[in-house]
């Protein structure tokens, strides 16, 4: 008994191969953007206010640098995360 022979041609194939490849490197690209995200979100906390470093916006600024720096360092593009941990720990203060 012979094999039927595929009626869809190969470069229907093809493109729906490439589709599919395209759809999960959208996937993998949102989760290498979102992880460092929730990662920066996650590491803020409000600097305790007998910590001696100041008052609570010097400390929430120095965090801010800090969080711009570790960005900056690592080729991350994480400025908005740190923008909105610093409007988080100002607001704890």
Do not use: H
């Not at 120095?62 to 720990?89: H, I, M, P, Q, W």
């Amino acid at each position: 008994m012979a094999m039927p022979e595929s009626k869809v041609s190969p470069v229907a194939r093809l493109v729906v191969f490439l589709f599919c490849l395209s759809l999960l490197g959208t996937f993998v690209a949102g989760l290498c953007w979102y992880i460092p995200q929730v990662t920066v979100l996650n590491e803020v906390r409000a600097p305790d206010k007998e910590s001696g470093t100041g008052s609570c916006p010097d400390a929430c600024r120095y965090e801010y640098n800090l969080c711009k720096t570790d960005c900056l360092d690592f080729g991350r593009t994480c400025g908005s995360a740190c923008a909105a941990a610093y409007v988080l720990c100002t607001g704890v203060c």
